[in-house]
């Protein structure tokens, strides 16, 4: 019988390991990790679209590929961890293989279990909790805490700001979008906590007027890494019933065609004693997974 699916598990296999091998300080290096399982790893310049890696298995021996004509550490990196995922995490050497050679897609794009819990796993093992909040909490949240933290990784913004949102204490929500449509969010416990939340969907436009959507609209911005911060109501981009102020801070990611947006709230979730009409139901606990609202 299958295992069941986690998201958590996958993060704390890779924490788990880290512990073993003593490795405590960032950065963590998945080259050196594979060396030391005798897990080749190779470079290719291309792959198919939307591969970022490969995990291969002839017998007993294990090897990794990861593709290199995106020109991005953090995104290399990410994808050879992805793949130490599949190898490490229990179940998926047995169920991932066709003919000896699995195809993957990571940086969160797919809701596919496994390659969701290979994600997780990357996440974990590259910015492990505790070194983490100890370099986050060292920085007010925002974009540039994130650039801070990844330069600290050799991590991408995209995978620093949802790890981030993930291990935050503040009202933080991370948006990536593309062409104006967004491709999926995460949002901290705090922002989660807005009364009669309305879920990001993928697929859906940016809402119109932000400066998100300004900057989605301008390729050659996108491409440039331009910047635009505002401040704007809660509401404009989560729905529900609570006036607040967030800021509203995006940056183009080259190449990619990509735009990551990050919402911060410092009093979002922090009142103690909320009015009366901003109650929410019943708590529910959500499991730590992209906002695919279908």
Known sequence: MKRPFSLKMARQTAEAFLKREGIVTLPVDPFAIADSLDIAVEGKPEGADGVSGMLLRHGNSFGIIYTTHIPSPGFQRFSVSHELGHYMLPGHPEQIFTNNIHVSRAGFVTNDPRELEADHFAAGLLMPEAPFKAEMNRHDPGLDAIAAVADQCLTSLTATAIRFAELSDTAVAVIVSTGGIIDYSFLSEPMKALPKLDWL??????????????????????????????AVDVRDWLGGTTKAEVSEESIGLGAYGKVLTVLVSSSIGQDDDPDEDEESDDEVVERWTPRFRR
């Open 201 to 230: 969907r993928k697929g859906t436009k940016l809402p119109a007027g932000t400066t998100t959507a300004r900057l989605a609209a301008d390729p050659a911005q996108v491409r440039a890494g331009n910047r635009t911060a505002d």
